[in-house]
């Protein structure tokens, strides 16, 4: 048995990242990852042992040409991770009219709802997609814990410990952005596929679709735990309160405004941006010039909040929720039921939290309910408990196809030293009733542009067939599912 390790280490933090390769016989395991995380592993075999040792040579000498050096394994660290940790006490108020409980097996972070699904990441890595009933759709096993889960349009995406960001729209998760190993990154948000990422010493960073870093600033504060971006600006919270940066290349300050307690949590709307403090309260903030519109204020450290078109919502770290009228106005306190709110989210007259004891829970908050959990009337129930996590998703796995008959054709090219993808043409245009491909480039398709497309998968001359792309801002996205394209 032959082993070989490698490591890419960069002075900026940009790499940080192992290659570990073992030959046994006629088999070659490749590890790799994050250093200091358990990463991925793929085994082939081979029909000679011979093969086995060529086929691992030739692994190695492509990783040495990209600055890859041979190491010594367990010098370097992992990068830092803190995790959000709530003090949280059981509230004194009364219950909340939980409708239905999911618990997902570990303190939970990550969020996000609409119409169609729930989903919910918790810190041992396994994100759960439900319906509003609470049954299971799907769920993806990640290779660290999840830090939170973002919007940006029709993309969903889920930011890890390890330092990665996965899109989640497809079968399986795909790497999108890997962010620089010095970050101990506290939150991140997505706005145009351009990345917000703050961190626990106050740095506040952009990176666009091509994961290259646009700027990196110390804020005015430390403690990040809020960016939220917009297509002109990015709001920072820390312990200092809010600033808003130019989310262009200058990042120059447009406004910066004090709170009385550090920044744990931000929520956006199109005029506004909402902060949750330590100082009990959440300050309303005008986006345009930074003013102070409304105070909201609650018995304790605020953890979390969200908004609808008519209320504020909050959650503190003694397990209770709150909801005001936009003017200030508290209109009820009631307790969770299942721990203090990490995040949260309202859809349709209902909060969804997720919280301390890895719980996703869904609230009516509806003046109906409210009025008869106030007087201690409460529905009746629904506790679900999670499935046995699934096996860690490698991310770089491809289903092959030969003759497909729909999706979008991309191929892999190099541009200088870089690896760019660019569109070819839609699949269908490309096939001849002899079942051969033709690869005609579509004139309708711009080829100045280029793919976000994932760099884990990026290999010159490659094909692919993805199910859509989608117009950007002088750039294509990938939406949906990945497929490799074998026309030899």
Not at 303 to 317: I, L, P, R, W
Not at 326 to 331: A, E, P, S, V
Request: proline share 3%.
């Amino acid at each position: 048995m032959q082993k070989f390790y490698l490591e890419l280490s960069e002075d900026d933090g940009a790499s940080h990242k192992y290659y570990e390769v073992i030959v046994d016989d006629t088999e070659v395991t490749i590890s790799y990852g994050r250093i200091g995380t358990i990463g991925q592993t793929t085994t082939t075999a081979y029909p000679t042992p011979e093969k086995a040792k060529a086929a691992a040579e030739k692994k190695i000498k492509q990783k040495l040409k990209k600055g890859y050096e041979e190491s010594v394994k367990g010098v370097r660290k992992k990068r830092p991770i803190t995790r959000r940790q709530i003090d949280s006490k059981r509230s004194v108020a009364k219950p909340s009219p939980l409708l239905w409980k999911f618990s997902s097996g570990a303190p939970a972070f990550g969020i996000f709802i609409d119409s169609n699904c729930c989903l919910v990441g918790n810190q041992n890595g396994s994100v759960f997609v439900l319906d509003h009933e609470a049954n299971i759709l799907n769920q993806y096993r990640l290779p660290d814990g999840v830090k939170c889960i973002v919007a940006d349009d029709i993309w969903i995406y889920a930011g890890c410990d390890d330092g990665c960001v996965y899109d989640l729209t497809g079968k399986l998760p795909r790497l999108t952005y890997e962010i620089s190993a010095n970050i101990d990154i506290f939150w991140l948000d997505i706005h145009n596929a351009s990345l917000g990422v703050s961190d626990a010493g106050g740095t506040i960073m952009i990176t666009n679709h091509e994961n290259e870093d646009l700027w990196q600033r110390k804020s005015q504060g430390d403690s990040g735990w809020m960016v939220r971006c917009d297509t002109d600006q990015v709001f920072h919270g820390h312990s200092s309160g809010v600033t808003a940066y130019s989310s262009k290349k200058n990042a120059n300050i447009i406004w910066d405004t004090h709170t009385k307690g550090a920044v744990l949590f931000g929520w956006q709307e199109k005029q506004s941006v909402y902060a949750g403090t330590t100082d009990k309260k959440v300050y309303a903030i005008n986006k345009k010039d930074g003013h102070v519109e409304q105070v909201y204020a609650c018995d304790a450290a605020v953890y979390s909040c969200a908004t609808s078109e008519n209320y504020v919502f909050a959650g503190d770290n003694h397990s209770s929720i709150y909801c005001f009228s936009k003017d200030g106005k508290r209109l009820w306190k009631l307790g969770t039921g299942c721990g203090s709110a990490y995040s949260m989210q309202y859809l349709e007259n209902k909060v969804y939290i997720v919280t301390t004891d890895g719980s996703l829970a869904c609230i009516d908050a509806s003046e109906t309910a409210i009025k008869a959990a106030q007087k201690g009337n409460l529905p009746k129930r629904k506790n679900i408990k999670a499935p046995k996590p699934i096996s860690t998703s490698n991310t770089t796995a491809l289903e092959t196809i030969t003759n497909p008959e729909e999706g979008v054709l991309l191929k892999c090219v190099r541009e200088g030293n870089k690896l760019r993808v660019k569109v070819i043409s839609l699949a269908v245009k490309c096939r001849q009733e002899n079942g051969q491909f033709k690869l005609e480039i579509s004139p309708e398709y711009n080829q100045d542009w280029n793919v976000q497309f994932p760099h884990n998968l990026r290999e010159e001359g490659a094909l692919f067939v993805v199910d859509e792309i989608r117009e950007a801002n002088n750039f294509y996205r990938v939406f949906g599912n990945i497929q490799r394209l074998n026309i030899s």
